[in-house]
């Protein structure tokens, strides 16, 4: 009679790499079906989005103003701000239907302020190019002279553009 070798050892190290194999494969299978970040763009568009919604909830659009530019605005005698880009914001609040806060801010504060939510926009002799160059939009463009002015606003601010516009 022929003896069979002893299949106990060799069964339970096979037993052993299956369940070694079964154990990774869990693990293989995460990593390789994990979702991938979200584009920078959409990550954008929703945070603008997400503001524009709570700007709205709010009522109330508040603006970071730099007193300091002299001919686009000041503060009067009552320290009341006034000026011709004043005059404008005022207008477009108005015709969206928005509540005005102003509060005077520093021209090296104007990016945090947007940045951090605190204003919705800053105004006060911004030139578009600084405003792009401080990683901001531009919204309600104008042109004195040859230069470019406009009104900060948070990146992507598309609703508030057309809400302002």
Not at 3 to 32: G, M
Request: proline letters at 4%; hydrophobic letters at 45%; charged letters at 25%.
């Amino acid at each position: 009679m022929k003896q069979r070798p002893d299949t106990t050892a060799a069964c339970r190290i096979a037993a052993a790499v299956v369940v070694s194999l079964c154990c990774l494969l869990p693990v293989s299978c995460i990593t390789e079906t994990e979702k991938t970040p979200a584009p920078l763009e959409q990550l954008i568009r929703v945070a603008a989005e997400r503001r524009y919604r709570v700007l709205l909830r709010r009522g109330t659009l508040r603006v970071a103003v730099n007193s300091k530019s002299g001919q686009f605005v000041k503060v009067d005698a009552n320290g009341q701000f006034e000026g011709p880009e004043i005059h404008r914001i005022r207008a477009a609040a108005e015709k969206a239907g928005l509540r005005l806060f102003l509060f005077d801010a520093r021209p090296e504060a104007i990016a945090g302020y947007i940045r951090s939510g605190r204003a919705d926009l800053a105004i006060g002799g911004l030139k578009s190019a600084e405003i792009r160059a401080m990683l901001l939009t531009p919204v309600m463009e104008y042109k004195q002279g040859s230069e470019s002015y406009a009104f900060a606003a948070w990146e992507d601010a598309a609703e508030l553009k057309s809400l302002l516009e």
